[in-house]
């Protein structure tokens, strides 16, 4: 019974452990599939980032891809709403190209009295806007000169043209006569002066400022460097739609009035003669073109590392020698120093212990490539700001109080408290930029750049040990530019550039007069670091 009992349990066991090591097993392949699939999602991912990124670059530099987009193979149609010739909206009795003698005599008018006698000539009722009895000299250019006349003075008077022409050639010699203008609205003939018109601003409305600067604070308890030829370059807040409204007020006329509600719409209500109006019309046009253009930004960070580093070192190490080695080194002598360079020879070349010679040559030359791309869209007066940070703590002071205590033996003891304070550094790639396209292809480029890296924290310890106090002290090296530049459209540019050369020597021997075989090192080592800035700008119609 107990062979047969020993047997099941043997076959028992032997069950368990195949299914555990199946499930093991199918739990293993599981994770295989799962760390393959990602694995390849993962190289998916990157490759199709690698492929935007460079399709970003080709069309920033290509210049057979900007030409074709600047064609479309398809029917289309574009351009602006053309008005009805004035011919068509007016009147037949106006319409009509016959012509017309007024018989007034040869008395002068004012708009008024040659209203009324229009409305009894042409049996069309004729309107008058409030503002075309103004004087003329309230529609002055707003920029000029010369003071208004006041209200109170005669109205200007003309008389009607003499002779037979059309109808509407004559009312147009009479506005001209008057510095007035004339419509045919609401079945009525209308003398007017100004008009009122909304224009589209194509902007954000929200404010923006920049301000780029090199350096930190001068005062001392920042902690900064003091830096007296500092660069800062500034953009006060402003809003862009108020800085578009005082743009347009000196085309308007010193009647004429423009309002901008910020923060609301991006719309601009003019009212003014038309004259005034069609040029804001021509300036808003060229100001919308201006602000809906969108630039392609590629800024690229090389940096190349090379260290060469050449040692050469002999080591004439011997073990223990017939009791004692310092004995044969210990021999007195005026010159110990090189007394003691001879022994050491003579114990290696005698052979009377094992000894080792160590001949080491090491020449080692490496090259660290770093290349950073940061693709940028934006539109064109607006600044924008690319960071990629880290931000670490670190000990940076240590105070250590003692508080007096009474105990219950009446006995004084002293108690030791501890507070640290730590503080944060931030570190990373910082990049603003602020580009102004111009109407010639030219981009005008205001760029900050700082890039600081954090080199591995050392600790320093006071005190005596396992008493001692410790604090940590950083340091950060970077490089960074603030300068403003001027590029082409899809031509990449070097605009800045940095080289740091470290060279140090080192020589280790008995006496400067004893080569280096007979037991010594020397080192000289060589670093350089060298980064280049290149920026490329493609600019885009909105």
Not at 154 to 163: C, I, L, M, Q
Not at 280 to 302: C, G, H, P, S, Y
Not at 313 to 323: G, H, I, K, Q, T
Request: aromatic letters at 4%; glycine letters at 6%.
């Amino acid at each position: 019974m107990r062979s047969v009992d020993f047997c099941r349990g043997e076959v028992l066991n032997g069950c368990l452990a195949l299914i555990g090591a199946g499930t093991l097993l199918l739990s293993g392949c599981a994770l295989q599939d799962a760390l393959i699939k990602h694995t390849l999602n993962v190289t998916d991912s990157a490759s199709e980032l690698e492929q935007r990124i460079d399709r970003f670059k080709v069309s920033t530099k290509s210049t057979q891809i900007r030409r074709e987009a600047q064609s479309v193979n398809k029917p289309w149609i574009a351009g602006r709403a053309v008005p009805l010739a004035r011919d068509v909206t007016l009147p037949k009795a106006l319409q009509r190209n016959v012509d017309s003698t007024l018989l007034f005599g040869s008395t002068k008018f004012t708009l008024s009295a040659l209203a009324e006698r229009l409305s009894i000539a042409i049996d069309l009722p004729v309107r008058i806007s409030p503002e075309a009895l103004l004087p003329s000299s309230m529609f002055a250019p707003r920029m000029a000169t010369v003071e208004p006349i006041e209200a109170s003075t005669t109205f200007n008077e003309t008389a009607f043209p003499r002779g037979s022409q059309p109808l509407a050639k004559i009312l147009d010699l009479i506005s001209r006569r008057l510095n007035v203008n004339w419509r045919y609205e609401s079945e009525a003939l209308v003398f007017y002066r100004t008009e009122t018109q909304v224009f589209d601003v194509r902007l954000l409305t929200a404010s923006a400022s920049v301000e780029m600067a090199l350096g930190r604070s001068t005062s001392s308890s920042a902690g900064g460097f003091d830096s007296s030829a500092r660069t800062v370059l500034r953009s006060a807040e402003h809003n862009a739609l108020d800085a578009v409204k005082a743009k347009i007020e000196p085309f308007l006329t010193r009647a004429g009035a423009v309002t901008a509600q910020a923060g609301v719409a991006s719309s601009i209500v003019v009212t003014d003669v038309p004259a005034s109006l069609r040029l804001v019309a021509q300036f808003l046009d060229k100001e919308n073109r201006i602000l809906t253009r969108r630039i392609r930004l590629v800024f690229e960070e090389l940096t190349v590392e090379t260290d060469d580093s050449q040692t050469l070192s002999v080591d004439w190490s011997a073990a223990v020698v017939s009791n004692n080695l310092t004995t044969s080194l210990k021999g007195p002598s005026a010159e110990p120093i090189n007394e003691n360079a001879q022994s050491a020879l003579s114990v290696a070349t005698t052979g009377i212990s094992p000894v080792k010679l160590m001949l080491q040559a090491l020449s080692r030359q490496g090259k660290v490539i770093r290349h950073s791309t940061v693709p940028i869209m934006t539109i064109n007066r607006r600044p924008v700001t690319h960071a990629v940070r880290t931000t670490f703590s670190y000990v940076d002071q240590v105070r250590t109080a003692t508080a007096s205590s009474l105990d219950s033996t009446t006995t004084n003891s002293a108690q030791a408290s501890v507070s640290v304070s730590q503080k944060e550094e931030t570190v990373g790639a910082f990049l603003t930029i602020l580009p102004d396209a111009q109407d010639d292809g030219q981009i005008l480029i205001s760029i900050a750049y700082d890039n600081t890296i954090a080199q591995p924290l050392k600790t320093i310890s006071f005190g005596e040990s396992g008493k001692g106090l410790s604090i940590q002290q950083v340091l950060i090296d970077g490089t960074g530019t603030v300068q403003q530049v001027s590029l082409r459209s899809g031509q990449p540019m070097l605009i800045s550039g940095f080289e740091r050369v470290k060279e140090q020597s080192e020589s280790t021997s008995f006496t400067p007069e004893v080569p280096a075989i007979i037991g010594g090192a020397d080192r000289l080592g060589k670093s350089k670091v060298i980064t280049v800035i290149v920026l490329t700008a493609l600019l885009e119609e909105g």
